[in-house]
């Protein structure tokens, strides 16, 4: 009886979208890179380059295409320094009186903070905020409408 009252409680805490109680060594390291590039261009300024020069950067290990580590579950919290696969996203959000829609149809960004549970703020680049160049921007999970997006954990 006992043990399966730990199981319940394990499973009643742990959330996607929940950040973590603290940050792994090499996500840290991999988000000190992509931090450090803030308004710079990193190799060709294309999204994936700085996932990937970031990954190198740690000694991390992926398989160069667009697995970028340890896939997450749903059973697992989100972090600064996992990286989101984006693939035919679609969003739709409101400022004021005026409705924008974004698409993604395949990018590549680094979590850079976790604000809430629906809520992230992004490390990237090659955006139409940003160009070829670093910056942050804000991601409310709840705008996605269509498409799929995968979440990495660098791993070594």
Not at 16 to 31: F, Y
């Amino acid at each position: 009886m006992k043990l399966i009252f730990v199981i319940l409680f394990l499973a009643v805490n742990f959330n996607t979208n929940a950040q973590c109680d603290s940050i792994a060594t090499l996500n840290q390291q991999l988000l000190n890179f992509a931090q450090t590039n803030l308004k710079k261009k990193v190799g060709r300024g294309e999204c994936w380059d700085l996932a990937k020069y970031a990954l190198e950067s740690c000694g991390a290990v992926w398989d160069h295409k667009f697995e970028f580590g340890k896939l997450l579950t749903i059973d697992e919290c989100l972090m600064p320094g996992d990286i989101i696969q984006f693939n035919g996203v679609k969003i739709k959000y409101k400022e004021g009186k005026t409705t924008y829609s974004v698409t993604m149809d395949q990018h590549t960004a680094i979590v850079n903070k976790v604000l809430s549970s629906d809520e992230v703020e992004l490390i990237h680049q090659n955006t139409a905020y940003t160009g070829k160049k670093v910056g942050v921007s804000m991601l409310k999970f709840s705008t996605i409408y269509k498409g799929k997006y995968m979440i990495y954990r660098p791993q070594n």
